[in-house]
């Protein structure tokens, strides 16, 4: 009953290239799950194009104006050109979390390595865009407009810091955040069980207290599971938008 | 439905097209606050995780440091407060608002959301 056993990686397929392990695992394949089900909502639901949409349809579309809107609240008009990529980190990080609600099925966003690797891409995207709009105006971005030059020692370097942060703290929040609620679900759950076998028949009806719990943790965590899909992409809008603004 | 109205003309859905498009264009303008979520929950966790994600950068960029200059401990030592202050910094402005950019100037003067008291 190890409440952590369930992030456990476990290689499908063994495979050693070079002295690397790049086995296939269920973290590799409920990715590939995530991203076919994405591709098969998107394409299939398409499909019809009809004026009046269907079920499949009208949720492609939902997702779609969802994150249409969000780009162009939060990154700016500017910021179009980089619909796709947004829309790409929102619905395989969506879909992953939501595979993840599914019992018996593997959660891969409850892995740093996961999130951290996503979150670099948005990191590199970014300072490339900056670098790429600005040129070399952008190093002007750490240092705080306004602030005496005698102290730019000490605060470039804060600001470099605080700029390299992002990353971290990006994949920190949605790693964090799908691994403490599965814990969570599973501790409850493994209450129930003690409470049967420790306390026998009266541990039926003291067990059903944390199962209800449970059922109430579980709505709680298909609303964290798009939260942090959203605050995920939101984020990187936001970075976007300072890449294309520079302020 | 024989009474049915006849379709507009080309140059009054275009006209329609248009007004729309500027509706949008109005919304577009960029909010800072829109979106993140702003309960006790979400500012928590924002805090907590600006603090460790300060703390793993200062830190573990310290040690790198050290391991790469062979200065130990004083990369580590200094990284370690600049890092501190990185992680303070950034709570600070993520409380007060200015957003999660580094650099201090403020850029949603106009954002009508969050007036500055300057008149608004």
């Known amino acids: 009953m190890d409440p952590l056993h369930q992030f456990q990686i476990n290689p499908i397929v063994q495979l050693i290239i070079a002295g690397f392990d790049v086995s296939f695992s269920n973290s590799a394949l409920f990715m590939v799950v995530a991203a076919l089900l994405v591709y098969g909502l998107l394409v299939h639901g398409m499909k019809a194009r009809a004026l009046v949409p269907g079920r499949l349809q009208s949720l492609a579309e939902m997702f779609y104006e969802f994150v249409a809107g969000m780009v162009r609240e939060n990154a700016g008009a500017d910021a179009k050109p980089y619909f796709p990529f947004v829309f790409t980190l929102f619905m395989f990080i969506l879909f992953g979390n939501m595979l993840g609600m599914i019992p018996y099925t593997f959660t ?11 979150a670099l891409t948005v990191f590199v995207f970014v300072t490339v865009l900056a670098l790429m709009k600005h040129g070399l105006h952008f190093f002007s971005f750490f240092m705080p407009h306004g602030a005496p030059i005698a102290l730019a020692p000490i605060l470039i370097p804060i600001e470099v810091i605080s700029y390299l942060m992002r990353p971290v703290s990006l994949s920190i929040r949605l790693f964090a955040n799908m691994m403490a609620g599965h814990t969570m679900l599973k501790v409850f759950a493994g209450f129930t069980v003690l409470m049967i076998s420790g306390l026998g028949a009266l541990g039926l009806f003291v067990g059903l ?17 798009f939260l942090q899909a959203y605050v995920f992409s939101i984020l ?12 | 439905m024989t009474d049915r109205k006849p379709p507009p003309s080309l140059d009054e859905l275009e006209a329609r097209l248009r007004k729309a498009r500027e509706g949008q264009e109005e919304r577009s303008r960029p909010s800072r606050y829109a979106g993140i979520p702003q309960g006790p929950l979400g500012v928590a966790w924002r ?5 460790v994600a300060a703390m793993i950068v200062g830190v573990g960029g310290g040690w790198l440091i050290d391991r790469w200059l062979g200065t130990a401990p004083w990369g580590l030592v200094v990284m370690f407060f600049l890092g501190s202050a990185a992680g303070i910094l950034n709570v600070y402005r993520a409380i007060s608002g200015l957003g999660f950019a580094p650099g201090y100037r403020r850029t949603d003067k106009e954002d009508p959301e969050r007036p500055n008291g300057d008149g608004h």
């Open chain 1, 209 to 225: 207290i944390p199962i209800a719990i449970n059922v109430a943790l579980t709505g709680f965590e298909f609303l964290v599971a």
């Open chain 2, 47 to 51: 805090i907590g995780v600006e603090l």
């Open chain 1, 108 to 118: 891969f966003t409850s892995h740093i390595i996961v999130t951290f690797t996503l």
């Open chain 1, 236 to 247: 990187t809008c936001l970075y976007i938008r300072d890449a294309l603004e520079l302020h």
